[in-house]
């Protein structure tokens, strides 16, 4: 079995049929795979480089910058009166003082319930708000995930249920 036969039916098995009579978005998921895969293959990578074409597609398809941002100048667009936007990392910002901060580095959670989902079983809702930012000093990489800040309730006190 080759390598697009063989991840034919792995994302047959995933539910994404490339055959799938109905268009919609897992057959197009399942074509655009088995495309990519099709281009990987043909760039005749060996098991040393590989890794490292995967690792900077998956950076670049995500919006991620390759390198640490430098805050230059030449990184940012006016957004707003007082206010730029990195051109690298658009989840980073400038205020009037000149401060850099990530806009997503806190992200807030609590246990919520209602009875119109889940049968009123309590789960995890996550909100940002202007708590979430978090000052940057360059040069600077995005952290791979934000920080988790759990927020007490009245109903749920406590982070484990």
């Known amino acids: 079995m080759n390598k697009q036969s063989w991840a034919k039916t792995e994302l047959e098995l995933a539910g994404y049929f490339v055959d799938d009579p109905e268009d919609g978005p897992n057959k197009w998921l399942a074509q655009g795979t088995l495309e990519l895969l099709e281009v990987f293959s043909e760039q ?20 991620k910058p390759l390198t640490p941002l430098h805050g230059g100048d030449s990184e940012w667009n006016e957004v707003d009166e007082n206010m730029w936007q990195n051109k690298r990392d658009s989840s980073v910002f400038k205020d009037k003082d000149n ?28 909100f940002t708000g202007s708590g979430s930012r978090i000052n ?17 309730s009245i109903d749920y006190p406590n982070e484990v249920l």
């Open 44 to 63: 005749g990578h060996s098991g040393m480089s590989a890794p490292y074409a995967i690792n900077i597609f998956e950076r670049l398809a995500n919006w």
């Open 99 to 126: 401060i850099a901060y990530w806009s997503g580095g806190r992200v807030f959670w609590e246990w919520f319930s209602t009875p119109e989902i889940d049968e009123g079983q309590p789960y995890k809702l996550y």
């Open 136 to 152: 940057v000093i360059f040069p600077w990489v995005q952290p791979e995930s934000p920080e988790y800040v759990f927020r007490p």
